[in-house]
């Protein structure tokens, strides 16, 4: 899913009025140009936050931005529970189907719990870095 996203913005950014460099298009987004570089060739991810900034900035939402197909079919991603629900069936999709095979209800179901309580926890973390970058920029106002 990271190297597709990546690619998304890629194109994206070659085709958007004006096309942008990969160097306007990070100092827009607030990024590190080599972070972006490395993202659009799906060596590296965003966070949620850089990712909404570049969707916005292209814009897009950003459950455009991280499946567009889904967005064409109605789904909903931009409530954290339907984007977490469609991290938990992408990370699904891509697990070996003849290994899941040989699970039980009650394995799968907690294969399926561990990636719910993963991604939470990583939306937690996000939230609390968010929320020091900002006491640091608040600090640096004052």
């Known amino acids: 899913m990271q190297s597709q996203i990546g690619q998304r913005i890629r194109n994206l950014r070659k085709t958007h009025r004006p096309p942008w460099t990969i160097n306007r298009l990070a100092l827009l987004a607030n990024l590190d140009p080599g972070q972006l570089s490395r993202a659009e060739r799906g060596l590296a991810g965003l966070s949620l936050d850089a990712m909404t900034q570049v ?51 009650a394995e799968l ?11 939470e926890e990583g939306i937690k973390r996000g939230q609390i870095q968010a929320e020091r970058e900002i006491e640091i920029i608040l600090n640096k106002h004052s």
Do not use: F, T
């Open 55 to 105: 969707a916005n900035l292209l814009g897009l939402s950003l459950a455009e931005l991280i499946d567009p197909e889904n967005c064409r079919q109605g789904k909903q991603l931009d409530s954290a529970d339907g984007l977490i629900l469609y991290v938990i069936e992408s990370i699904w999709g891509e697990l070996d189907e003849h290994q899941i095979s040989q699970c039980s209800k």
């Open 109 to 119: 179901e907690l294969i399926q719990h561990h990636i719910r309580s993963s991604i």
